[in-house]
């Protein structure tokens, strides 16, 4: 057993032993009547009767307006009500927020257990916050460059010791573990797909560097969940091993809001007692947890529209690349375009969009000065003529900005 999860079992036993243990109550509403839902093709719930191509959008399933996940939602206000009304901590769990935990271990790489938070950046802040707590004086974290805003600010307020590695380099990943092996407890933290760039790092080297140095190894799916591996598993999917925590969100391909994390029993039976966040925030409204269920459920039965999210992904890169335009080091569904320029970026988002074409300018402080960039979000249900036509569009008003 490692130091840290000595120290965590000892942290629980003695909120037992004062009282303060935490144990979610099981409200135990019964999940018959969830299941009748009309079933309509993935393929035809697109709509693009705005005359707005949206190429910002995180629903990279575009399952948010799948008639089976909103129905899904419907029945769970009409059984549950809209809210949660209370921490888990307090009103408990209902039973399709325990399947909905059971789901996600299973779709993630048959993990032990769950715990569920009202954001990504809660959970983000949230887990480093508490991990770091457990013993701070001991503990150092080591992270990725450009992870997201809520893996620095959850570094930051752990008030540990801590460096950020260069973006996907192991080896200085590797320097900076060696200088700190005397920390009896090591977190090593990267994203699954990186939000602004669209890369996915070097998982397997990693976590063998973190095991090297017997640190935690925590992996931010946010945007690899329901996108990446063979099945839209993610990291654990993808890359065919299984870090010691994933954190996931239910708000981009699961068409839903709230996060998650996995891990072993002990960890999250950890989160559970020691987490603020968890702890003083209202759990996600039982309707999004169903939704989220039902978006999953129909991931596994059309595992095809993985492959047609990488297929669109694909023909997008290669036509903006091939047109001469810097497309950074992206290989998944988030295409950045360098700019350089935050207000030429501007700019050209502000006559795309009157072109019909919504996509962002994405500028410090998300990305570094000087590298402004516009991010396109591709999904699976976009018409190929549709996506052609806007790509055109897209390189065309980039040309035409960056020679001017």
């Given at each position: ?181 005397d920390s009896e ?10 939000s602004m760039d ?71 039976e950890y989160l ?133």
């Amino acid at each position: 057993m490692s130091l840290l999860s000595e120290l965590i079992l000892s942290k629980i036993e003695k909120n037992k032993k004062l009282g303060l243990y935490r144990k979610i109550p099981e409200i135990g509403l019964k999940k018959s009547n969830l299941k009748t839902c009309p079933d309509k093709n993935i393929d035809n719930d697109f709509n693009y009767s705005t005359g707005t191509v949206n190429l910002a959008t995180n629903d990279y399933l575009w399952l948010s307006k799948n008639e089976k996940v909103k129905n899904a939602a419907k029945k769970a206000v009409d059984i549950y009500g809209t809210s949660a009304s209370s921490s888990f901590l307090i009103c408990g769990h209902s039973d399709i927020h325990r399947e909905l935990e059971k789901e996600l271990c299973e779709f993630k790489g048959d993990y032990e257990d769950c715990i569920l938070y009202p954001s990504g950046y809660q959970a983000n802040t949230g887990i480093i916050r508490s991990l770091s707590s457990v013993s701070p004086l001991k503990t150092f974290i080591a992270f990725d460059e450009l992870s997201h805003a809520s893996i620095i600010d959850g570094v930051l307020a752990s008030g540990v010791k801590f460096k950020s590695f260069k973006h996907n380099d192991l080896n200085h990943l590797e320097s900076i573990l060696r200088r700190h092996k005397d920390s009896e407890i090591k977190l090593v933290i990267t994203e699954g797909v990186f939000s602004m760039d669209g890369d996915i790092p070097d998982l397997p080297g990693i976590i063998k560097i973190a095991k090297r140095y017997d640190a935690l190894s925590i992996v931010d799916d946010a945007h690899a969940t329901g996108t990446i591996g063979q099945k839209g598993g993610g990291s654990a999917d993808f890359h065919k091993l299984k870090p010691d925590i994933i954190i996931g969100t239910l708000g981009k391909a699961l068409a839903s809001n709230g996060a998650f994390a996995i891990s072993s029993r002990l960890i999250i039976e950890y989160l559970i007692n020691f987490s603020r966040a968890f702890i003083f925030s209202t759990g996600i409204p039982p309707a999004s947890a169903a939704s989220a269920l039902e978006a999953l459920k129909l991931i596994k039965e059309n595992p095809g529209i993985i492959q047609i999210l990488k297929d669109n992904s694909e023909f997008a890169r290669k036509y903006i690349s091939g047109s001469g335009l810097n497309t950074l080091n992206s290989s998944t569904h988030i295409i950045p375009i360098l700019i350089g320029e935050e207000d030429k970026a501007v700019l050209i988002e502000k006559e795309l969009l009157k072109a019909g074409i919504y996509l962002k300018a994405i500028r410090y402080p998300a990305v570094p000065k000087k590298s402004a960039r516009l991010r396109l979000g591709i999904n699976a249900a976009i018409n190929g003529t549709i996506l052609e036509n806007a790509l055109k569009e897209i390189v065309d008003k980039v040309k035409l900005n960056m020679n001017s």
